[in-house]
């Protein structure tokens, strides 16, 4: 592994502004690593055949004198999810396989725009639905730290991409905890915004009242550096919140730097019980909790006694938005098509469903279809809103007393490829911590608290804030982050099992 892939993103770009290093050398060392583990990981389906010539215009112009972006020349992942005119798109699903867009999505533009070369597109399971990566039509994910166990989900490709030095900094998307819960199994960051303070055009919806864009990187500062980037108001979305924003890399570099948790009230949800979470998992919240608390941090017990009835709630409102969103796929418009000799349109568009979606994708379809039909659209759907609405109350009630929540980002960590595939329910209840942010559109980061101590895997921490208190997330992550790195003596990614650089196991 050469040292450029193991630098942080603001790491890189410093020695790509001081022109220590070339854009051209960073993108090819990622390159190089991709070639080296990716084979073991399978954390991209597509790799740019541009980025080397992308890199080279951004050497050029920085030659030229002219003024570029923080991240110019840094080298991104991006999670097939998102939409881009110069490599396919797919979302994980064969009935995309190959597709081609005719427009990037708002964040891979502005992304471009900031000088970012992009390396490819990262696994993911199948249209966003899952939390293992085991989903994708195109084969699993495998986790960095133990390759027989999953990278978490559905952006699994982005965290493993970033765990396993593949790449600096990845975009990724989170309807139920799809960023955070990837970041709590590979030892990584992920953010999840306030609902509409990163635009999702472009972004292949699973469901358009939940999904959020966000960064995964390997440090708070990198996840702030990268919203900056992405984040603000985007016309082309209607859901966009039309307001300014302050800088996330500056709130994150503020709280790295200074007494961020000096006074801050943490609250602590006592509905939340151990049971039902791993023991390492528990032991490493309440580890962090105490470091926070030893820094001037206040814990306060609070209570939220919907959020039990988050994953219920969750698991109406997702499928029945999926089920109207995936309708497009019709095999007439865009997509795969399977022909039937002498069939109509309906039989055309059931084989191609057929043959296109796969075994989780029909089960939300169908899920939700139900959810949505005469006769139990109150019972379910409109049952789910209200709860939904409650849990709303619930965090409005809770930002009363405290600054942030805290949670473990999810109740284990990474199980073993194959061992919940076949049981959808054990698999939902992975995100029983995070679906509560997406039903109430609030911000939410997991950054690393370290390793459980019966099987040595990483384990996250999760703080929630209000909405549009994104930086607030920034300040707090980063100042853990700091307390957490001088007591670990180093990034907690340098004690990975990981994959050499020649592709074996170290």
Partial sequence: MTDLTKLSAAA??????????????????????IAAVDGDIHAFLHVSERA?????????????????????????????????????????????????????????????????VPLGKTNMDEFAMGSSTEHSAYGPTRNPWDLERIPGGSGGGSAAAVAAFEAPLALGSDTGGSIRQPAHVTGTVGMKPTYGGVSRYGAIALASSLDQVGPVTRTVLDAGLLHDVIGGHDPHDSTSLAEAWPSFAAAAREGATGDALKGLRVGVIKELPDSGFQAGVSESFRAALDAMQAHGAEIVEISAPHFEYGVAAYYLVLPAEASSNLAKFDSVRFGMRVDVPGGTVEDVMAATRDAGFGDEVKRRIILGTYALSAGYYDAYYGSAQKVRTLIQRDFDEAFAQVDVIATPSAPTTAFKLG????????????????????????????????????????????????AREDARLYRVGAALEAVLLDEWGGPLLDRAPMLDSMGGAR
């Fill in 12 to 33: 890189l770009a410093d020695k790509l502004a001081s022109r220590e290093v070339s854009s051209v050398e960073a993108t090819r060392a990622h390159l190089d690593r």
């Fill in 419 to 466: 061992e919940k595939i076949d049981d959808p329910l054990q698999m939902y209840l992975n995100d029983v911590t995070t679906i509560p942010a997406n039903l109430a559109g609030v911000p939410g980061i997991s950054i690393p608290s370290g390793l459980a101590a019966e099987d040595g895997l990483p384990v996250g921490i999760q703080f929630l804030a209000p």
């Fill in 52 to 116: 080397l010539d992308v890199a080279a215009g951004i050497d050029t112009r920085r030659a030229a004198g002219e003024q570029l972006g923080p991240l110019a020349g840094v080298p991104l992942a991006i999670k097939d999810v998102l939409v881009t005119t110069d490599m396919p798109s797919t979302s994980g699903s064969k009935i995309l396989e190959g597709y081609m867009s005719p427009f990037d999505a708002t964040v891979v533009a502005r992304a471009r725009v900031a000088g970012l």
